[in-house]
């Protein structure tokens, strides 16, 4: 079928294009309201990943992986009212719905031999909590003496304390940590209270997230429609491409939600993405309408669509793709998912800028001669921007080029310095609780990275528990690692009850007996498997640092292989190993999505424009683009992490759009004319002009998430607006001299 029949088809079925957009976003927009937020990384991590699938197991097998902390800072905790806080706030938690234990000073197992036996208690009396220098001072002592407490629960300093929570498997993460957030600060303790841990981290990104899309959204929304109503000078100049990116917005959340998708903290880019593309595509259609309706009366919305369809579609195509390519390489799940809806809301404002747009422009009665003429006496762009930008293309294609190559040098000597983070903390700014928080564990609990070591075999076995021991050993020696805890501990503590001796004892009958004085115990769930035949090492990791996570797996890894064996197999997991398989992932997802979004954009193009060098001309703009933008990343050191990841196929899939608009019009004209310059000319003027109102209202649009809570979310819209002014640019000039230098050598 013939483009100018597609065109018809669509003026002539108005009214059923409009009344299905209409019924489709009522339906999309009520299931909305469905529509979760959900921060999660665990959630997100892949089923087939050894990690993921070993800390699954840790969370089914021993009542939760998901440890949330709340940290009690004061000047003094050895004050008796310091403690009865403390105890209020571990009473509080431990009622909440959803968690299975928690673990404070006021409530922790204390085991110390006496005259009578061994005695089995807390470390401190409930009933009567310490009131004097001396209580103080066993409370001390007690607490140094035991190696699993030590500079675990109470600083070193005696400034801070500890009330470490664990949920449930199947809790529901931020309902329980909105829980203990509300009511824990509805205590009103005159001690500071800081919170930390997965549950806290994620239920605050999930605020941030909700904050920002209630905020910067409408700002970002209002500062677009500001800068297409100076550029159109017209309602529907202003209307139209932003009721389309609505559109598109509310289909793809709409649709995520009907399938049982929430929001992540990648997906949550989606709207400000689509806003651009939706608004994109909807500002070329109606500046072709425009620049026609200068010179023609009839059938103008008709004759604007054949020119445009195919580059929109196009554009669409390549777009489609650099968000699919997500697909293929991404370690977390949520990548995927941005990339799958991404790529629908990519589609579905396709279908509103060369369906709904259109028909909605020829149901409207056209602007007047009057209103033509006043548009026509705004020539800012043309005169102070464009005009110029064709007589350096005429005068010196070579020095375009130069400039180039020079930019793209640069950059290459950034992108060397670009460094990789995957610590969640970077998503918070300077200053806030959250990041002071994880500050005093580092510096006085020796981190916030969980790490588990699972053991498989009888767990009252002496060989066993005292592997569980040399492991723990062997674990400290790392100065990333400040202490650990296991039921092997717990058996030398009370062995050194009786005999003196914190050790394992070798006889078997012997650790039944002191097995026996520990069952029942609530702290048992949370090292030893009910059948008794798995167990689990519990310690936490100091470094945010990717080289020192990849140290501390390659020695915990060679102690492992060397003293795992079929009645005591070993294996290790926690988050930085999962964060050390993100970062490979963030080079081979960034590697991979971009190669292969490339070769894909390089043979539609050419396929659809009929010439496989035509795809690599268009391709080359944005190539330049994305090795500027990475080496902007480098030089001012901005870090690739699990949002700065997704900016490079954003910036392909949104700029590559600029680059097919220009050379699917200057092929147009050149075909029709032969004339290298005025094809050079009419296509600048006419979609370089659709281009910079596009860049320039959607960068605007970007950027206003520097505004953001989120620091990823900042580089992110910087990122992206840098991306957008560079590959335009570059579809405006780098591709232009190209073509000009190519078709000069051809005559």
């Not at 509300?182 to 904050?211: C, F, H, R, V």
């Not at 500027?628 to 990343?633: E, N």
Request: a neutral charge; aromatic letters at 8%.
């Amino acid at each position: 079928m013939k483009i100018d029949n597609i065109s018809k088809q669509i003026i002539r079925f108005r009214w059923l294009i409009i009344l299905t957009v209409i019924l489709g976003t009522a339906f999309s927009a009520f299931q909305l309201s469905k529509l979760s937020i959900d921060a999660d990384i665990l959630s997100s991590l892949p089923d087939d990943d050894k990690h993921a699938l070993l800390l699954k197991k840790i969370g089914e097998n021993f009542g939760g992986n998901r440890m949330g902390i709340v940290i009690l800072e004061t000047d003094n905790i050895y004050e008796t009212k310091v403690i009865e806080h403390i105890r209020t706030l571990t009473d509080t938690i431990a009622k909440i719905e959803g968690i299975s234990s928690v673990s404070s000073l006021t409530n922790i197992i204390n085991i110390k031999g006496s005259d009578e036996g061994i005695e089995i208690g807390r470390l401190v009396d409930e009933y009567k909590l310490p009131a004097t220098k001396e209580a103080f001072d066993e409370l001390r002592s007690n607490i140094a003496a035991n190696e699993m407490y030590k500079g675990s629960i109470v600083s070193e300093d005696e400034s801070s304390c500890l009330v470490v929570f664990t949920l449930e498997d199947k809790a529901d993460v931020n309902t329980v940590a909105r829980e203990v957030l509300d009511k824990t600060e509805a205590l009103q303790l005159p001690e500071k209270l800081y919170y930390i841990g997965s549950p806290m981290l994620i239920t605050y990104i999930a605020a941030l997230m909700k904050n920002d899309l209630i905020t910067l959204l409408p700002i970002a929304f209002l500062l677009i429609a500001m800068i297409l109503f100076v550029s159109f000078r017209s309602v529907k100049g202003v209307i139209l491409p932003l009721l389309s990116a609505i559109i598109a917005i509310v289909w793809a959340l709409g649709a995520m939600s009907f399938m049982g998708y929430s929001m992540s903290m990648i997906s949550n880019n989606i709207p400000i993405i689509l806003l651009a593309i939706g608004s994109a595509y909807t500002i070329h259609v109606v500046n072709r309408v425009d620049q026609l309706r200068s010179i023609a009366d009839k059938n103008v919305v008709r004759s604007a669509l054949n020119y445009v369809i195919l580059p929109v579609i196009l554009a669409a195509i390549t777009t489609i793709i650099g968000f699919v390519s997500f697909i293929f390489g991404a370690y977390l799940e949520m990548i995927v998912d941005f990339g799958i809806f991404t790529a629908l809301g990519t589609f579905i404002a396709c279908l509103m800028a060369v369906l709904f747009v259109p028909a909605m422009l020829s149901i409207s009665p056209g602007p007047t001669k009057r209103k033509l003429t006043r548009r026509d006496e705004n020539k800012f762009i043309e005169k102070r921007i464009l005009l110029p930008i064709k007589n350096l293309l005429f005068r010196s294609p070579k020095l375009i080029l130069w400039m180039w190559l020079l930019a793209i040098g640069i950059s290459l000597t950034g992108i060397m310095s670009i460094e990789r983070s995957v610590d969640i903390q970077e998503y918070f700014k300077k200053g806030n609780p959250t990041r002071e928080a994880e500050r005093i564990m580092v510096e006085k609990f020796g981190g916030t990275k969980p790490v588990f070591v699972h053991f498989k075999g009888n767990m009252q076995d002496p060989e066993v528990l005292n592997t569980m021991m040399q492991t723990s050993a062997y674990m400290e020696k790392s100065e990333d690692i400040y202490t650990s805890m296991s039921v092997a501990k717990l058996i030398s503590e009370l062995n050194l009850a009786i005999t003196g001796k914190r050790e394992v004892p070798e006889d078997i009958a012997m650790v039944e007996q002191l097995w026996f004085l520990l069952d029942g115990n609530e702290v048992m769930q949370r090292f030893v498997s009910e059948d008794l035949s798995e167990g689990i090492i519990i310690s936490k990791f100091k470094s945010p640092d990717n080289k020192a996570k990849m140290i501390f797996s390659k020695y915990m890894n060679d102690f492992i292989k060397e003293n795992s064996r079929e009645d005591c197999q070993i294996q290790i997991t926690g988050m930085p190993f999962v964060d050390i398989t993100m970062d490979r992932s963030l080079i081979n997802s960034q590697l991979g999505s971009i190669s292969i979004a490339i070769v894909f954009v390089i043979i539609i193009v050419g396929l659809i424009l009929r010439s496989l060098i035509n795809g690599v001309y268009a391709a080359v703009p944005i190539i330049a683009a994305i090795i500027i933008l990475f080496g902007v990343m480098g030089l001012t050191g901005i870090s690739l992490n699990i949002a700065t990841v997704l900016v490079a196929s954003v910036a392909l899939g949104i700029g590559i759009d600029y680059s097919i608009h220009i050379i699917s019009h200057f092929n147009e004209i050149y075909k029709k004319t032969g004339q290298l310059e005025k094809s050079i000319n009419d296509t600048l003027l006419i979609s370089g002009n659709a281009i910079i109102i596009n860049v320039v209202s959607v960068s605007a649009g970007f950027l206003v998430l520097v505004f953001s809570e989120m620091v990823p979310l900042q580089y992110f819209g910087i990122l992206i607006a840098i991306s957008m002014v560079s590959s335009s640019l570059g579809a405006m000039t780098l591709l232009p001299a190209i073509l000009i230098m190519i078709h000069k050598k051809k005559t």
